[in-house]
């Protein structure tokens, strides 16, 4: 396993624009594909995003595809989400995931997994 750590969180009006980071540890970055995630309050743990081991491939969720782009310095360990147009219903606490494999959208294919970083939006 591979060990995640989040950062770049905070307040954002709506409209705004937020990056997050996730810097993992170890030199075996390039062998995972990262995926990003969030949980809203109440609500399930969802998908958001996931990139490929390379950062060729990446796939959104319909709710943030458009607004949000995710990427990968494999030199740095770190992968980013990049978080434009920000809406209060992305309000939640955003994880960075890692997986052997192929790009994945679910949650139980992650078995590395970051802290959280808390994102507000405010309207």
């Known amino acids: 396993q591979v060990q995640l750590v989040e950062s770049g969180g905070g307040l954002v009006q709506t409209g705004g624009s937020l990056r997050l980071s996730c810097a993992a540890s170890g030199r075996t970055f390039s062998t995972y594909v990262m995926g990003w995630f969030r949980q809203a309050p109440g609500k399930e743990r969802e998908f958001v995003a996931t990139?490929?081991?390379?950062?060729?491939?990446?796939y959104y969720a319909d709710s943030v595809k458009g607004r949000f782009t995710v990427s990968r310095d494999n030199a740095k360990n770190t992968g980013y989400l990049q978080m434009n147009s920000l809406k209060p219903e992305d309000t939640a606490v955003y994880y960075c995931?890692?997986?052997?494999?192929?790009?994945?959208?679910?949650?139980?294919?992650?078995?590395?997994w970051g802290q959280g970083t808390q994102v507000t939006v405010s309207s």
């Open positions: 990139i490929s081991r390379s950062g060729g491939i990446t």
């Open positions: 995931a890692a997986r052997r494999g192929t790009n994945d959208y679910n949650v139980r294919a992650y078995d590395s």
